[in-house]
C-alpha cells in the first residue's frame, strides 16, 4: 500500500489508497464464554496494575507493591548478615504487619475494577457481547482476588527465596512458606469480595476509595481495642471470638486452625467450635460478596 | 400491525408482532409489527419513543412483556447470546473508559466478542482505520473529542464483524460536518462494508439520506414503515419560483385551467399532465416574468408526523 514518492498527488493518493483497501471480513473462529471470561479476567488483572491502561495509573498499584515488598529486602539483608535457621519475622506476621498497605490497594484496585465500568457506562457495552452477568462477576471477583494475592504473594517469595540465599533449612521455611501462601490466598479471595461490594455499590470512585479503607482500617481497629478490652477484663474466649470483627485477624484464626500457621493477632479461634464459627463467617462473607455482586448486576442493561 | 408479510421470514432482518414492552405502568412499546429486510434501516421517533427500549430488546438484554421478536432469523427471548455474537451495538450513552487508548479498548471488546488475541488486533487496526482514526489511537480516550468519541463507539460495534450493527444515535453531538462524515460511515457500512444497519435518530431528514428504509414509532406503536424511496417519491406537486409577479402568473394560470395555490413566494399548481411547464413557461415570458425555478415537489419524511395516525397498517418493508 506504499504510494511514496508517488509524485505531486501523494498526499491524495494515499488517502485514495486507505480507502481502496476496502473492508475485510472476518471468517476465523469465534471463541465461547469461557474464553470470554478469561479475556475480561487477564484484562481485569492487567488493569489491577495499570498495564494496558494511562501512564498515571500505573504509579499507585506499583508504589503500594514496593512498599510491600522493599522491606523484605531489608529483612533478607540483615538475616543473612546476623545469620541463624530463623527469619526476623515470620511469613503471615510480615503481612498482617503491613495490612495498612494492603488495604489500601485494595482500596485503590477495587473501584479501578468496578466502579469505572459503572461511572463510564462500559458494563452495558460488556452485556451487550455474549456474556452473562455471572460470567462478568466471576471475571472480576478473580481478577481482583488474584491481583491482591500476587501483592501478598511477592514480599513472601522474596523472604523464602532470601532463607534459601542464607542458607537457612529448606525443610523448615518450605511448608511455612506454602502455608502462608495459603494463607495470602484466602485473604486476597476475602479482601477482594469485600472491597468489591463496596465498590460496586459506590460508581464515584474517590468515595469507594475511602468507604473501602475505612471499612477495612476501622474493622482492625475496632477488633484490635474490643480484644484488648475484653484480655483486660479476663473475658478470654470472648476475646477470641472479637477475631472475627475484622478479615485480617479473622482469615488469621481460620488459617491458623486450617493450614496451622502462626497466628499473628492475639488469640485463636476457642476450640473446635471456635474453627466450625470461624470457618462458616469465612465462607458466609465470600458467599455472601458474591451474592451481593451478582444481585447488583441483575438489573443493569444500560442508561 | 398486519400478518402480510409471513412469506419473507428467511429475508427478515428483523421482524416483530405484538412486540410490546411495560415498565411498571409505563408502556414503552406497545404492540409492534414490523418486518424488516436487510440494508440501512432507519428507526425514527421523538425522544422517549421507545427507540432505546427497542434496541435493547433485539440484542436480547430486554425480556418482552408480551409478543415476539427475531433478529436475524433468531429469537430475542432465547436466543439472546447468539444474537450477541453476530450483532454489533453502539449505545447512545457513553462507554469509554478514560484511562485507556482506543487501541486497547477495541482489541478488548473484540476479545469480549470472542475474537482471538492476534485476529481481535487485526480487527482492531482495521475498524478505527475504517472509521477514521489514525495517529491518536494510540492517546488515552479521555481526551478525545466528541466526534473521535463517536467514531471509537461505532468502531467496537464493528470489531468482530458483526451482520447487523445497532446504532443508538449516532449523530448525537456532533457538528454538521462530523454528521455528515457519520453519516457517510453509516452508508459505507450498509453497501461496501455489506453489513445491515439499524440506526436511530430523532431527526428524519439525516436517515432520508442514508437509509433503504425507515421505521416511524411515536410513543412506543408504528406509525409508518416503508422504503425510504416510497417515502420520498415525487408527489403530484409542481412548484414554481418567480422574481415577482406571482400574482399575475397564477391568475393567468388559472385561465388556462390549472389549479393553483400561492404559499408565501412560491406556487404550487397540481401536476395534470407535462403541458403544464409549457404553460408556466409561456406565462411567465407572455408576463415579462423571471422564472427562477420549476420543480416536481418531493414528500419529506417530515410529512409523516402531520399525517401521523391517518395511515398505520402499511408494514411490509422494502
Not at chain 1, 128 to 151: E, G, I, N, Q, W
Request: net charge neutral; aromatic share 6%.
Amino acid at each position: 500500500m506504499s504510494v511514496e514518492g508517488a509524485g505531486p498527488a501523494a498526499g491524495d493518493r494515499e488517502h485514495g489508497v486507505i480507502h481502496d483497501i476496502g473492508y475485510r471480513h472476518y471468517d476465523g473462529p469465534r471463541l465461547g464464554r469461557s474464553y470470554i471470561q478469561r479475556s475480561l479476567f487477564t484484562e481485569s488483572l492487567k488493569g489491577s496494575y495499570g498495564f494496558g491502561r494511562a501512564a498515571r495509573t500505573k504509579v499507585m498499584p506499583m508504589l503500594l507493591l514496593a512498599a510491600m515488598c522493599v522491606p523484605t529486602l531489608i529483612i533478607v539483608v540483615v538475616a543473612s548478615v546476623t545469620g541463624g535457621d530463623e527469619l526476623p519475622v515470620g511469613y503471615t506476621a510480615y503481612l498482617i504487619q503491613l495490612q495498612v498497605v494492603i488495604a489500601v490497594y485494595v482500596a485503590a484496585q477495587a473501584p479501578a475494577s468496578v466502579s469505572r465500568d459503572l461511572r463510564f457506562g462500559i458494563v452495558p457495552l460488556y452485556f451487550s457481547r455474549p456474556m452473562r452477568r455471572v460470567d462478568y462477576v466471576r471475571a472480576k471477583y478473580a481478577a481482583s482476588a488474584t491481583a491482591v494475592f500476587v501483592l501478598l504473594a511477592a514480599p513472601l517469595t522474596i523472604l523464602f527465596l532470601g532463607a534459601l540465599l542464607t542458607e537457612m533449612p529448606l525443610g523448615e521455611h518450605l511448608p511455612d512458606y506454602l502455608r502462608s501462601l495459603a494463607f495470602a490466598a484466602l485473604l486476597a479471595v476475602v479482601l477482594a469480595g469485600m472491597g468489591l461490594v463496596i465498590a460496586a455499590f459506590t460508581p464515584r470512585r474517590g468515595l469507594g476509595i475511602a468507604a473501602i479503607v475505612s471499612v477495612l482500617l476501622v474493622l482492625a481497629g475496632v477488633q484490635t481495642a474490643a480484644q484488648n478490652i475484653a484480655v483486660v477484663e479476663g473475658a478470654d474466649t470472648a476475646a477470641d471470638y472479637l477475631g472475627l470483627i475484622s478479615p485480617f485477624s479473622l482469615v488469621d484464626g481460620v488459617a491458623h486452625d486450617v493450614f496451622g500457621t502462626d497466628t499473628v493477632l492475639w488469640g485463636e479461634p476457642p476450640g473446635a467450635v471456635g474453627t466450625a464459627v470461624f470457618v462458616a463467617v469465612t465462607v458466609l462473607l465470600v458467599a455472601g460478596c458474591y451474592g451481593l455482586l451478582l444481585r447488583r448486576y441483575r438489573k443493569v442493561t444500560g442508561t | 400491525m398486519s400478518d402480510q408479510a409471513t412469506p419473507a421470514t428467511g429475508a427478515s432482518l428483523i421482524r416483530t408482532e405484538g412486540l410490546t414492552k411495560r415498565f411498571g405502568t409505563v408502556t414503552a412499546v406497545d404492540g409492534l409489527g414490523v418486518d424488516v429486510a436487510p440494508g440501512v434501516v432507519g428507526l425514527v421517533g421523538a425522544n422517549g419513543a421507545g427507540k432505546s427500549t427497542l434496541l435493547k430488546m433485539f440484542l436480547g438484554l430486554l425480556t418482552p412483556t408480551s409478543g415476539r421478536a427475531s433478529v436475524l432469523g433468531l429469537d430475542v427471548a432465547t436466543e439472546g447470546e447468539r444474537i450477541r455474537e453476530r450483532v454489533g451495538y453502539m449505545p447512545e450513552h457513553d462507554c469509554l473508559p478514560p484511562d485507556m487508548s482506543a487501541t486497547e479498548f477495541v482489541v478488548q471488546m473484540a476479545r469480549l466478542s470472542g475474537l482471538p488475541r492476534t485476529s481481535a488486533r487485526e480487527r482492531t487496526a482495521d475498524t478505527l482505520r475504517h472509521v477514521g482514526l489514525y495517529e491518536e489511537r494510540y492517546r488515552p480516550m479521555g481526551g478525545y473529542s466528541t466526534g473521535m468519541r463517536q467514531r471509537v463507539k461505532l468502531a467496537q460495534a464493528l470489531a468482530h464483524d458483526p451482520q447487523l450493527v445497532l446504532l443508538d444515535e449516532p449523530t448525537n453531538g456532533l457538528d454538521p460536518a462530523g454528521r455528515d462524515e457519520m453519516l457517510g460511515l453509516i452508508r459505507r457500512i450498509g453497501t461496501e462494508f455489506g453489513i445491515s444497519v439499524l440506526v436511530t435518530s430523532h431527526l428524519l431528514g439525516e436517515l432520508e439520506r442514508v437509509c433503504d428504509s425507515v421505521v416511524v414509532i411515536d410513543g412506543g406503536r408504528l406509525l409508518r414503515s416503508s422504503s425510504t424511496a416510497d417515502m420520498t417519491a415525487v408527489s403530484s406537486v409542481v412548484v414554481v419560483e418567480v422574481d415577482a409577479g406571482e400574482e399575475d402568473l397564477a391568475a393567468r394560470l388559472r385561465r388556462d385551467g390549472l389549479g393553483v395555490e400561492r404559499v408565501g413566494r412560491l406556487l404550487e399548481i397540481g401536476l395534470r399532465d407535462d403541458g403544464i411547464y409549457d404553460l408556466v413557461r409561456d406565462g411567465a415570458a407572455d408576463l415579462g416574468i423571471g422564472l427562477v425555478r420549476m420543480e416536481r415537489r418531493r414528500h419529506r419524511m417530515a410529512e409523516l408526523f402531520a399525517a401521523r395516525h391517518d395511515e398505520g397498517g402499511d408494514v411490509r418493508v422494502g
